[in-house]
């Protein structure tokens, strides 16, 4: 497979996405997704899809408190899913732009 990024490997088509790329894209950085990265990845589509934003980390942590568990929603457990910086990670992987809040 095959897909159109940008420099940074984010989607340049949004409509691009499925789960194949996810795992497409989730292969070009060393993930190897399990059902606790699906969990995050379909919740951060959903907030995505209601409200047209890529959450930063803050948010991000509130929203798989929210739409997962509690003991999912913090730093730390998402660190490890996503290692490096998360909220841009899984953003990627889940075919949504960049965060406008991370560096």
């Not at 159109?4 to 292969?27: F, Q, V």
């Not at 995505?48 to 929203?63: C, F, W």
């Not at 798989?64 to 899984?90: C, M, R, W």
């Amino acid at each position: 497979m095959q897909l159109e990024t940008d420099k940074d490997g984010y989607l340049r088509h949004l409509s691009d996405w499925n789960p194949d790329a996810a795992k497409w894209l989730a292969h070009s950085v060393n993930v190897t997704l399990e059902a606790e990265h699906w969990e995050v990845i379909n919740a951060l589509r959903g907030f995505y899809a209601d409200t047209g934003i890529s959450p930063a980390m803050r948010i991000l942590v509130k929203i798989v408190k929210q739409k997962v568990s509690l003991e999912k929603g913090n730093s730390i457990h998402l660190l490890t899913l996503f290692p490096g910086s998360p909220a841009k990670l899984a953003a990627k992987i889940a075919g949504l732009p960049r965060p406008t809040n991370c560096l």
